[in-house]
C-alpha cells in the first residue's frame, strides 16, 4: 500500500494523493466516473498517466483525459495540455499549440499560465503569437480529437 504522499503534475499545485486512489478498484470507480463526464476524474485521471503514478507512465493517455476535461473548460486540463504541447509529451511539440492551450486556461481563471505564457511567447513569432491567442477563443476547433 502507498503511503501518504503528493504526486505533483506539469500543471503544478495540484495534488493526486493515494487517499483518492489506492488500489485497482478506486482506479476502476475513478476511471468509471470520468467515462460518465466528470471532468475533475477525467483530469486526475490525465495527472495519473502523466506522471504514471498508479498505472505505466502514458503521455498520449493524459493527453487524452486532458482534452476530456478540457471539452468542459477545465482551466486546469487547458493548463496541462499547454506543457504537453510545450513539451511534446503524447503530441507533436507545437508552441502555437502551446500559447493557445496556456490562452485558453488563463481566460477561464487559471492566472498561472501566465507565467508560461511569457515563457512560451519570447520563442514565437509576433504573427504566431496572435494566430495562438485568435485560436484560444475556440480551442477545441484547432484540435483533432
Given at each position: 500500500m502507498l503511503e501518504k504522499a503528493v504526486?505533483?503534475?506539469?500543471?503544478?499545485?495540484?495534488?493526486?494523493?493515494p487517499e483518492l486512489i489506492t488500489n485497482n478498484e478506486e482506479l476502476?470507480?475513478?476511471?468509471?466516473?470520468?467515462?460518465?463526464?466528470?471532468a475533475s476524474a477525467q483530469y486526475i485521471l490525465g495527472v495519473i498517466?502523466?506522471?504514471?503514478?498508479?498505472?505505466?507512465?502514458?503521455?498520449?493517455?493524459?493527453?487524452?483525459w486532458y482534452l476530456q476535461a478540457a471539452k468542459?473548460?477545465?482551466?486546469?486540463?487547458?493548463?496541462?495540455?499547454?506543457?504537453?504541447?510545450?513539451?511534446?509529451?503524447?503530441?507533436?511539440?507545437?508552441?502555437?499549440?502551446?500559447?493557445?492551450?496556456?490562452?485558453?486556461?488563463?481566460?477561464?481563471?487559471?492566472?498561472?499560465s501566465r507565467d508560461q505564457i511569457n515563457i512560451v511567447a519570447k520563442r514565437m513569432a509576433p504573427e504566431d503569437i496572435q494566430r495562438a491567442r485568435v485560436m484560444s477563443v475556440q480551442p477545441l476547433n484547432c484540435i483533432k480529437s
Open positions: 504526486f505533483m503534475t506539469k500543471a503544478k499545485n495540484i495534488e493526486v494523493t476502476s470507480d475513478f476511471m468509471h466516473a470520468a467515462n460518465q463526464g466528470a498517466y502523466d506522471t504514471g503514478v498508479i498505472v505505466d507512465q502514458n503521455y498520449k493517455e493524459a493527453v487524452f468542459q473548460r477545465y482551466k486546469e486540463a487547458e493548463f496541462a495540455l499547454g506543457t504537453m504541447y510545450a513539451e511534446g509529451s503524447g503530441v507533436m511539440q507545437s508552441d502555437v499549440l502551446a500559447l493557445m492551450w496556456y490562452y485558453a486556461a488563463d481566460k477561464n481563471g487559471y492566472t498561472k
